[in-house]
């Protein structure tokens, strides 16, 4: 009950996403590591912090709550298994013990929230509100029962969450980013250096010889990760999809027909009108207006000067019936002959009057040119509704122990014979397996399964299903020397090469820091001198690296250094390094303060949280855990 309050709170009150920053700033702490010991026995609440307790009811709740809502995102179902790898029970558990702490921390403050700011609350929510803006009951109710609670429960929850917010902004509220920090971030921001540089190219590094049948053995037991083949497995994949199963071909005319009766102005488009208003502050202003426009006094334009409203407020657009939000209006709109002025309309922002300066006719294709088209909507919405139904008979076939490849050939079915794949969706020559469905979900499945294991269909983005059986694995093995000479060879003259580089550059960097130029040690090595000016951190600059910049900027001025880049490697000589003026409070040192005070909140609230746990203690039942949550982790 309490978890379809928590995940609406992600709107309600507006502050109320605080909750969720909450939650993750207790997963950094590690809530089983807090003053937490582990229990059994038989009783009905799961954890308890302080004296305020967390039921099984609630963890229950959230925690399916919590795995609905990764179902969502992920579009497939998730196992007992999967949820609990992906932490779904520790989210759960982290959340929960924050609002605890929290709950806990407000009682003990005596910190209470009266009635009407819950029902202030409440009547200020959107989803409660009707189109004018006006709290509806009814829609109250509704929303309620959806989630499967009670006035009270809510109201109760609703106060809890008041307070907690209350008591968090009254932490994190009016912190200041001190001028330390801020002055450092602007220097490492805005600082900028210059540097010369020369490449030593792989060609520097002279002739390497080849290598010895020990030395290639030596680096290739070295790096044999580097060669090892992944896993290949084969199975065979029963697809049932929609598209595929959908038949065109076996709608009738009549239904046909009937399909664009119903839909007709999906079929072409609708009918246009440029549309001009003018708003007044009540029904009298607007009589009075209409009837100076009907004898002629006055123009709509010289009406909607009077009313101080521009040619910007004045036209609406060129809109279609269904464009238009206000149906009163849009009802007005559409009753008036081109250049026709409306009577004052009652809209729901206020008495206007209307004038259609142009209409643009609607216009419908012809059955004969969507026919096709129908067709093949009516024919894959029936499909989807077949889906289940098929579903349920190969489901039946599968508990039989029927193979997949006599439910294809009986049904007519597509089966894919996966030869070999690895976990990547390459074959054993390292190319794309292109006919996999799915495949961002199905490879997972395919190394999660065993041979001859009963597997649970997989739901497609299509909404069909895949059916799977793994017929062979071949597991990851390291290839072996003779197998892979070319590729050991070319690693291990890659590493003598970045060696001798490595050795070169520090022999420059030795001769540039005792006082030896640029141009000299380029001009002995054999190379460009070149030029880096308005160096960046973290920004590649010309030949130079992103890496090599930044070890550019940990250099001092006038010293040298050397850094690998890419298959070359830099030597350079720091020239200068520029920092503008600090200013406090100007635009740059605001944004500054603005970026640092939700992270220093963060950080304060985290603290806070952490200490709140400490002092009032955190005890969570394993077996009630497990109990609540279903199964082992």
């Given at each position: ?630 199964g082992e982790y």
């Open positions: 009950m309490l978890q379809g309050i928590r995940n609406a709170s992600q709107h309600w009150l507006g502050k109320i996403v605080l909750t969720v920053i909450f939650t993750l700033l207790i997963a950094g702490v590690g809530i089983f590591g807090v003053e937490e010991f582990f229990r059994g026995g038989a009783n009905s609440n799961v954890a308890t912090v302080g004296s305020t307790p967390i039921t099984a009811e609630q963890v229950r709740q959230a925690y399916q709550n919590q795995i609905q809502r990764y179902q969502v995102q992920l579009k497939r179902a998730l196992t007992p298994d999967q949820a609990r790898m992906l932490g779904l029970d520790r989210q759960v558990m982290a959340q929960l013990i924050t609002e605890a702490a929290l709950d806990q921390k407000t009682h003990d403050l005596g910190l209470a929230v009266p009635d009407s700011a819950v029902i202030r609350a409440i009547h200020d929510e959107k989803s409660f509100q009707n189109a004018q803006g006006q709290f509806e009951p009814q829609l109250f109710y509704q929303t309620l029962q959806r989630a499967g609670l009670n006035e009270g429960m809510f109201v109760r929850e609703q106060r809890s969450v008041i307070a907690r917010l209350q008591l968090a902004e009254a932490i994190s509220a009016d912190l200041h980013v001190p001028v330390a920090l801020r002055e450092a971030v602007h220097r490492y921001a805005t600082e900028r250096r210059a540097a010369s540089y020369l490449m030593l190219t792989p060609s520097t590094a002279g002739q390497i010889p080849d290598p010895t049948d020990e030395e290639l053995k030596t680096w290739y037991e070295a790096n044999k990760s580097g060669f090892r083949a992944p896993e290949f497995r084969t199975a065979n994949l029963l697809v049932v999809d929609p598209d595929a199963m959908a038949k065109p071909d076996a709608i009738s005319e009549a239904d046909a027909r009937a399909a664009y009766a119903l839909n007709k102005d999906r079929f072409g488009s609708p009918e246009k009108r440029a549309i001009q208003q003018i708003v007044f502050p009540d029904r009298a202003a607007a009589e009075a207006a209409r009837k100076a426009i009907e004898d002629g006094s006055k123009t709509f334009e010289a009406v909607a000067t009077e009313r101080g409203t521009d040619d910007k407020d004045l036209t609406l657009g060129t809109l279609s019936k269904a464009e238009l939000f206000d149906t009163v209006v849009a009802d007005a709109a559409f009753a008036l002959p081109e250049g026709g002025v409306s009577q004052p309309v009652q809209g729901r922002f206020g008495t206007v009057l209307l004038r259609v300066t142009k209409i643009e006719p609607g216009t419908v294709k012809p059955f004969e040119a969507v026919e096709g088209e129908i067709r093949k909507g009516l024919a894959l919405a029936r499909a989807r509704d077949a889906m289940e139904t098929t579903r349920d008979a190969i489901e039946d076939q599968r508990a039989g122990a029927k193979p997949l490849t006599d439910i294809a050939a009986e049904r007519g079915l597509t089966l894919i014979a996966v030869k070999a794949v690895d976990p990547n969706g390459k074959d054993p020559e390292g190319k794309k397996v292109a006919d996999i469905p799915d495949a961002d979900t199905t490879l997972p499945a395919l190394f999660r399964a065993e041979i001859g294991g009963d597997n649970e269909p997989l739901r497609t983005k299509a909404g069909g299903y895949v059916w799977y059986d793994v017929t062979n694995i071949d597991p990851a093995h390291d290839k072996p020397l003779d197998q892979v000479k070319d590729g050991v060879k070319a690693g291990w003259t890659a590493t003598e090469i970045a060696k001798r580089l490595q050795t070169k550059g520090r022999e420059l960097v030795e001769k540039l820091n005792t006082g030896e130029s640029m141009e000299d040690v380029a001009k002995d090595v054999g190379v460009n001198l070149q030029e880096a000016q308005d160096l960046s951190r973290n920004q590649a600059k010309d030949m130079l690296t992103a890496d090599d910049v930044n070890l550019v900027f940990a250099t001092p001025v006038g010293k040298a250094g050397t850094a690998a880049a890419n298959d070359s490697r830099a030597v350079f000589k720091v020239t200068s390094a520029t920092v503008p003026a600090f200013v406090a409070e100007s635009p740059s040192d605001r944004t500054i303060g603005q970026n640092f005070q939700a992270a220093l909140a963060d950080d304060v609230l985290s603290e806070y949280i952490t200490e709140v746990q400490k002092n009032a203690g955190v005890k969570v039942d394993a077996t009630a855990l497990r109990r609540a949550i279903g």
